[in-house]
Every structure is written in structure tokens, then in C-alpha cells.
């Protein structure tokens, strides 16, 4: 075990010994930032998936809600706003608002001044068990990171910022 008691080996170090040992010319190096981080979001969704599945949530509707709810009173947004704050597609995010009003966590009304803009709005119940969702959720991510001190976080905020920076540098390409 190194430092915080991280094992020193792991399963994307054997990955990167068997292209090594296959192919020496190939640079896989990438693969020990990459692998690692689909691996960790791999493990995320699997412990967040349990507390959404005791509130039979899924991570979809977990989104809408909580944007929502961090939009404020009267908690509402209109579907364009909805997918700006969750980047899905208007229609993506229809499907998950009409989910929701089937389950009565959300309700569609009309703008008064311009009939045209539907708003998603949050009904009482939604609102309800959003704040009681979101207390779980926020308690299960602390848990999650417990084993790291807060400067580490903080440093992985840092290099997480840049990762996601350089991702979107080179989408296009």
C-alpha cells in the first residue's frame, strides 16, 4: 500500500503491463489518467444508482429535479433552460419532464404573458422529495470521497477542471 493506503498496483496497471509487453511502441499512457477515471465513474454511478433506486429516481430525473430546485422560487424553468443546465437535447429533456408529471413531482403551465413557453414547475411533492433526494445524495458523495483529505479534493478540482478543458478543446477534431 503507498501513501493514504492506495494500493500501489492496480487493475489499469496491468492493463498498461499487457500493451507494454504487446506492443512496446504503442503509447498507452493515456490510459492511466482515462482508464482510471471511466473506472471511478463507473464505481460513482453504481453507489449514487442505490440511493436513487430507494427513491425510485434514476439519474435523469434526479437532474431535472435538482435544477429545479437550485433555480429557485417558484421552481420552474422552461425545457430550453432545462437542457442548457443538464446539456441534453430540448427533446431529452421532454421525455424526462413528462415522466416526472405522470409521477406528479412535476407540472407543465403555460407563461401568462407569452402562451407559446411551457414552464416545468415543481409541485409540492416534487419539491418534497427533491430536499429529502438531494440531504441522501450529498451525504453519500461525502461519504464517497471520505478516504481523501480536503486538499486532495481540492487538487483534483483543479486537475479535473483542466481535464474537462482539454476534452472540449479537442471534441471538434
Do not use: C
Not at 70 to 97: D, F, W
Not at 105 to 124: F, G, Q, S
Request: net charge negative; hydrophobic share 35%.
Amino acid at each position: 500500500m503507498g501513501r493514504d493506503n492506495v494500493p500501489d498496483h492496480d487493475a489499469v496497471d496491468d492493463i498498461v503491463s499487457q500493451w507494454t509487453r504487446e506492443w512496446p511502441g504503442l503509447d498507452v499512457t493515456p490510459l492511466e489518467v482515462l482508464g482510471r477515471l471511466h473506472r471511478t465513474y463507473l464505481r460513482y454511478q453504481s453507489t449514487i444508482g442505490r440511493i436513487f433506486d430507494e427513491y425510485d429516481l434514476n439519474m435523469a430525473s434526479f437532474d431535472v429535479l435538482a435544477a429545479l430546485r437550485r433555480s429557485g422560487t417558484p421552481y420552474r424553468m422552461t425545457p430550453g433552460q432545462l437542457a442548457e443546465s443538464s446539456l441534453v437535447t430540448t427533446g431529452g429533456v421532454t421525455l424526462r419532464i413528462d415522466r416526472l408529471e405522470k409521477a406528479g413531482l412535476v407540472r407543465r403551465e403555460r407563461d401568462v404573458d407569452d402562451r407559446r413557453i411551457v414552464h416545468a414547475e415543481l409541485t409540492d411533492a416534487g419539491k418534497k422529495l427533491i430536499d429529502e433526494v438531494a440531504v441522501a445524495h450529498f451525504e453519500n458523495e461525502t461519504r464517497m470521497l471520505s478516504g481523501m483529505s480536503a486538499d486532495d479534493q481540492a487538487e483534483l478540482v483543479q486537475l479535473l477542471r483542466k481535464l474537462e478543458h482539454s476534452l472540449a478543446q479537442h471534441q471538434g477534431e
